[in-house]
């Protein structure tokens, strides 16, 4: 089973600020990856960076690193450098490895806005 | 590429109506997933399809929900009777094939169901 928490409901930054969204995580899984994803007003859900459980090395995808701490079950998004359309509902999800059944749980979400 | 498509956008039923939702897939993925997405929360997985086969169903609400795969393309997702607590956003997501590690989910834009 696995369960994701994300404790920040709602966070609201300047434009060109940079902002960390928490996320935690529990799984039972030994092979497992960690998603961000963003989804804006129109709904589509769209990959914004994804960090295999077993590389250490943090992912990074232009203005977006996380902070992927293994032992704390912590994968933390940060955005550097932030834009209004960064403006939107941010997931954190998780999902196993493996060749079976991987479909993604996620956390309840972040909602960012971005102030011009 | 085109995206996955879904349809309809909206529907609006009274309960203990039926309805259909359908979704086609990104042209070659194998693995197709219905997500169900309440308002406030996370999309949470209904379903998910290898080719025309049930990779896992554990949480389909087997009594009002069935869906289908049955060429191995398309899906469609049906509710028999709806019930209030069925309002929500269906979102289907499709991948390359499940069984390769580094797969992806790439999402529809949705359909917003509203019970009445």
């Known amino acids: 089973a696995q369960t994701v928490t994300q404790s920040q409901p709602e966070m609201s930054v300047q434009e060109a600020e940079t902002v960390t969204l928490s996320c935690t995580y529990d799984?039972?899984?030994?092979?497992?990856?960690l998603f961000w994803y963003k989804q804006p007003p129109s709904r589509q859900m769209i990959l914004v960076i994804r960090?295999?459980?077993?590389?250490?090395q943090n992912a990074t995808e232009n203005r977006f690193s996380v902070n992927f701490q293994k032992a704390a079950k912590s994968f933390s998004l940060k955005i550097s450098d932030s834009q209004l359309g960064d403006t939107a509902m941010y997931f954190c999800?998780?999902?196993?490895?493996?060749?079976?059944?991987?479909?993604?749980?996620f956390g309840k979400g972040t909602h960012l806005i971005i102030q011009p | 590429e085109a995206g996955v498509a879904q349809s309809p956008r909206y529907k609006i039923i009274e309960k203990r109506q039926s309805v259909a939702f359908w979704c086609n897939p990104i042209?070659?993925?194998?693995?197709l997933y219905w997500y169900q997405q309440i308002l406030g929360q996370g999309p949470k997985l209904l379903i998910q399809?290898?080719?025309?086969?049930?990779?896992?169903d554990s949480q389909l609400p087997k009594d009002r929900f069935s869906a289908e795969r049955l060429k191995g393309v398309d899906s469609t997702l049906k509710i028999q009777p709806a019930k209030l607590e069925d309002s929500a956003v269906y979102l289907c997501?499709?991948?390359?094939?499940?069984?390769?590690?580094?797969?992806?989910?790439?999402f529809g834009p949705g359909t917003r169901l509203t019970v009445l």
């Open positions: 042209s070659g993925h194998a693995t």
């Open positions: 399809f290898q080719n025309n086969g049930v990779v896992d």
């Open positions: 999800a998780s999902g196993p490895s493996g060749g079976g059944a991987d479909g993604l749980t």
């Open positions: 997501a499709s991948s390359l094939d499940h069984r390769f590690y580094d797969n992806e989910q790439f």
């Open positions: 960090q295999e459980a077993y590389k250490q």
């Open positions: 799984t039972s899984e030994s092979n497992y990856y």
